[in-house]
């Protein structure tokens, strides 16, 4: 297992400071009708924000929150035009922390203080200060599909293994212990095939990835993906694994002609009902409900979602126009839709105490 301790990186830093430095002067207020935008005004007094996300323009991309009528928003952090871009985030809401990507700069952890309120997140032009409260991780090439575990221990990410030549693309999992100060590698190629013709000797490809809502008791991770010598199901099955490595990856679902997105997500700990994982059949333009534990599957219309702190809702994309997709919050049951944006918004996150 290869092991890399954490470091706080000034070369990095000043890559993206100037973009991040908008984090805490950049407040907008929404425009209104569920857009979920942001504009240049402080949101007011009463603003309450619950739903993190990724907003693109021509020349920006953002992280936004806004509250849960998508009608004031707050910016986080902005890279501008020609500027090294936002690949991914997660807040830990309970710790008052927020991780991100930039491109192959590496994943950026800043805090904020309870007074301060998740839209102003520490800069990281101060992370040559050593009481900064910004970190970064030495993480390789292109990291993305953040995700903290559940207690906020653990940090979990994907990026591509740059070293492999075979057919498909092979993925790295890499996982940051909070307490020990380390990454470390996933243990999936001692679980996978070799087929020497293809390349390929142990390698998995790995789309979305989350910690499981059972976390605390089963120490398992949920993800897309397969191993790459066609093994172990076709590569959009779904899987569940232990992050000590000492068992096999269980198959959860056998994706077979299924084109499955990017991003999965699972039910909150914190919240009711059953543990699920929620994914899109990209293919049918279908939201898939999983029990992880024996149950029946639930479908209905929409893409990429995040399951609300209760478990009740959740906040998912509707195609659109011109490949331009709404965001709606939905009751769990597929019931009761309200429009939460219509601009194109992704990688949803609701903020969960």
């Known amino acids: 297992m290869k092991i890399t301790r954490l470091a706080i990186t000034t070369t990095l830093a000043i890559v993206i400071a100037a973009s991040a430095a908008t984090a805490q002067s950049g407040n907008g207020r929404g425009n209104g009708g569920g857009s979920g935008g942001g504009g240049n005004e ?68 800043t805090t904020w203080e309870d007074a301060d309120g998740p839209c102003n997140v520490a800069s990281a032009g101060n992370v040559t200060d050593p009481a900064s409260r910004v970190r970064v991780l030495g993480a390789g090439d292109y990291p993305e599909v953040l995700d903290w ?58 789309g979305g990835i989350r910690f499981s809502p059972d976390f605390a008791t089963t120490n398992e991770v949920v993800f897309v993906g397969a191993s790459l010598d066609g093994s172990r199901g076709e590569y959009n099955s779904l899987f569940a694994f232990d992050i000590a490595g000492t068992s096999a990856p269980r198959l959860l679902y056998d994706g077979a002609s299924t084109t499955f997105d990017l991003f999965i997500n699972v039910t909150n700990p914190q919240g009711a009902a059953p543990s699920r994982v929620v994914f ?32 009740a809702r959740l906040v998912h994309q509707v195609a659109g126009r011109r490949g331009r997709a709404s965001t709606y919050i939905t009751s769990a049951d597929g019931s009761g839709s309200t429009l939460f944006s219509s601009d194109g918004l992704r990688w949803l996150d609701w903020l969960c105490p």
């Open 42 to 109: 402080e949101p007011p007094s009463a603003f309450v924000p619950a739903i993190a996300y990724f907003d693109q323009g021509r020349k920006y991309k953002d992280i936004r929150i806004a509250n849960v009528a998508g009608d004031q928003a707050c910016l986080v952090l902005r890279t501008g035009d020609g500027q090294r871009n936002l690949r991914g985030f997660d807040f830990d809401a309970a710790n008052n922390r927020l991780a991100y990507s930039i491109d192959e700069t590496g994943i950026f952890v």
């Open 280 to 311: 899109e059949n990209v293919d049918r333009g279908e939201l898939v409900q999983l029990p992880l534990v024996n149950g029946n599957t639930t479908r209905w219309t929409g893409g990429e979602a995040e399951y609300s702190c209760d478990n």
């Open 149 to 206: 575990s559940p207690d906020g221990r653990f940090l979990l990410w994907t990026e591509p293994d740059q070293e492999y030549t075979g057919l498909g693309s092979s993925t790295h999992v890499m996982i940051y212990d909070t307490v020990t100060e380390q990454v470390s590698l996933l243990p999936l190629e001692s679980w996978g095939g070799t087929r020497l013709a293809w390349g390929v000797d142990g390698d998995w490809g790995v």
